[in-house]
């Protein structure tokens, strides 16, 4: 049995999607990240940026195991159950460079596109822009990558449920997949498996759509040093 801790955001469904792949046992704990749970000790000792996804894996030798990050769950997962990654030392490599590309750009552009678009207050034109254009410069990558293959690393993989959900939700991030016809195919290739569909349905009721933002929730929108200070070992 694996325990999810999980809400349900791109990041989140990153690792529902392949845990239902994988057909894998699992314990969802819902958190409610605008009342701050990710800062509890008891969460920490799991997870120590304070953030989810994360896991704990009940099935190991010798104990349970914890991984946070989502790419290193999915890379966790992939060795664990022999599936959705190439195999040898040069698959390995190929997956890792892409869940490296998703967990330093798409996926934190993304972040910063969807906290201007969606929860900052009005009039933060500069980071609107910036973040807009980031977001479609990593769209420009996967649309390359993509010219002549199915899949990023031509069959689907860890590296495409990594990236997935950031296109799924480019539309509410105002941008169009237009431009990007290689993207947007791939997106919907992925879109119909029914292990994605569950993924992103886990608990679709309780996303926040903007619900808690900068100028109602002090405790998601205003962190800095002393949100992790105040539940020190
Ligand atoms: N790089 C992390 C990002 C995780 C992340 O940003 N999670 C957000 C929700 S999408 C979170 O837990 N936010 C709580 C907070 O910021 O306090 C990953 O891919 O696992």
């Not at 980031?134 to 002549?148: C, F, I, K, S, T």
């Amino acid at each position: 049995m694996i325990d999810l801790y999980y809400a349900p955001t791109p990041n989140g469904w990153k690792v529902s999607i392949m845990l239902e792949e994988c057909g894998l046992d699992y314990t969802t704990h819902l958190m409610d990240l605008a009342k701050g749970v990710q800062f509890a000790p008891e969460f920490l000792k799991i997870s120590p940026n304070a953030k989810m996804p994360a896991i704990v894996d009940h099935e190991v030798d010798g104990g349970a195991v914890s991984v946070f990050e989502s790419g290193a769950i999915l890379f966790y997962l992939a060795r664990k159950t022999g599936l959705f990654m190439p195999p040898g030392a040069m698959g390995e490599k190929n997956t890792l460079e892409w869940l490296f590309w998703q967990a330093a750009n798409q996926g934190p552009m993304g972040g910063q596109l969807s906290h201007f678009s969606n929860y900052a207050p009005e009039g933060q034109d500069y980071g609107l822009k910036r973040y807009k254009g980031e977001y479609e410069r990593n769209l420009a990558v996967l649309e390359r990558q993509l010219h002549d293959k199915d899949f990023i690393l031509g069959t689907y993989s860890i590296a495409d449920i990594i990236c997935f959900p950031w296109v799924l939700i480019a539309r509410p991030l105002g941008v169009s997949l237009d431009a990007f016809p290689n993207v947007s195919a791939w997106r919907g290739r992925i879109k119909e498996r029914p292990a994605v569909r569950c993924g992103v349905a886990l608990y679709k009721d309780s996303q926040n759509r903007g619900k808690h933002n900068a100028q109602n929730n002090s405790v998601l929108f205003n962190q800095n040093a002393d949100s992790l200070k105040q539940n020190p070992e």
